[in-house]
């Protein structure tokens, strides 16, 4: 009893730490950017839609930063979506020349302000539509970027999302987390052949199929995930950019770094629910892609809580040891493969300047987590906003971020 015990922990602990090493391997290793081929290119007409849920102190600025990218003005026009902005932050972005589309719901959602804008624009005046954040700043070529992928044919693009601030101890942690899941879940998931994932901001679409996917889409938390689902049912590869950056702000604190993974940790197990069975049973039908999206990213634990488990279990085995089973080598392989597959997306700067940073502070993280494990009743019924207030970009890793 005890020894089936060991083997399924190891098994469902070690599938864990095998999945991030295979996909932190191929994106170091196999991924490969498409080659451009100027000739062919033309200017695309985008729309970019910002959803603002309560995000006076900065949507002005990140509005306005658009301003300066290298797209020719005619062709993309930002469309802010205001839900519960003050009315001088509204007449004010107008004053700006900014397109403004007032929403109001009982219950807010990004879905919902996606889908009153879409309501409203003009199908025939847009080529592409992306989406952005209201703490969002695009680097000055992100729309060239953009461009030359759809017209190579990708229809459904995700960007770089990198990190706007690292003033603190949790945007540090929350800047390398993003830094890895671009490796491990676009980078290396498109470079085995399988979709990026989305990440909510950044993404950018066939203006059609979003609008048509927006209305079938319905998610008070977890609107991304719903929403590559949607996607690959269709048959669609999500593409990922990695040159397009666009810069997000990180967390500062511990009650910001607790209400983000609450809501991200709730959503992953409330799709796993959801999809699981419809992802077997596309798995047996050769459809790869969709079980990929649907069970195996939502079956793995998020990576605080699989760091948490894995030392915890080696731990034990060096103790204890002689009183199990399984070998405690195992499990110091196990914590070395996992180790590797999270060092290797990170830039060298990362290491000299922040690792010890990192190293002191990922024990409360990892508490924190799991602590989040109990308080996820409910969280898939709220919307959480995220409060944001940095106007503009301090990251020192932005010129080594994925090299």
Known sequence: MIFTLELIIFGYLGGCVFYNLLFSVAGKFFFRKEKVVPEI????????????????????????????LDYPA????VIVIADTLQGVTINTLRAEGITVIPVSFNKSTKAKSL?????????????????ADADN???????????????????????????????????????????IANHINRKGANALGLSASVIGSGIAFDFPLMKQCLKETEATGGFDKVLQQLLVDKGYKIHYVEDALI?????????????????????????????????????????????????AQNMLLPRMLLLAGVC???????????????SPLAWVICFGAYAIS????????FYTKYMFTVILNLPRVMGIMLGLVFKLKGADKTFIHTTHSKTSIDNPLINVTGK
């Open 137 to 179: 700043i695009p680097a000055p070529d992100f729309l060239q970027k953009i461009n030359i992928a759809y017209q190579q044919g990708y229809h459904i693009i995700q960007a770089q999302r990198v990190a706007k601030n690292m003033d603190t101890p949790f945007a540090i942690l929350d800047a390398a987390n993003e830094i």
């Open 312 to 326: 915890f279990m080696t731990c034990i085995y060096l103790l204890f040891g002689k009183y199990l089973t399984l």
């Open 115 to 131: 889908n009153a804008a879409f309501a409203q624009l003009d199908e025939n005046k847009y080529d592409m539509a992306v989406i």
């Open 74 to 77: 005619d062709r993309y026009e």
């Open 41 to 68: 290119l033309s200017d695309c007409r985008i729309a970019i839609l910002v959803p603002a849920y309560k995000e006076d102190n900065v949507i002005l600025h990140a509005a306005q930063s658009y301003e300066s």
């Open 342 to 349: 999270m060092m290797l997306p990170l830039p060298g700067k």
């Open 247 to 295: 810069f997000d702000e990180k967390v500062e604190n511990a009650a910001a770094f607790e209400n983000q993974r609450k809501r991200w940790i709730s959503s992953q197990f409330v799709y796993l629910r959801h999809y699981f069975l419809r992802g077997f049973q596309a798995l047996l039908k050769g459809r790869i892609d969709y079980f990929y999206m649907a069970v």
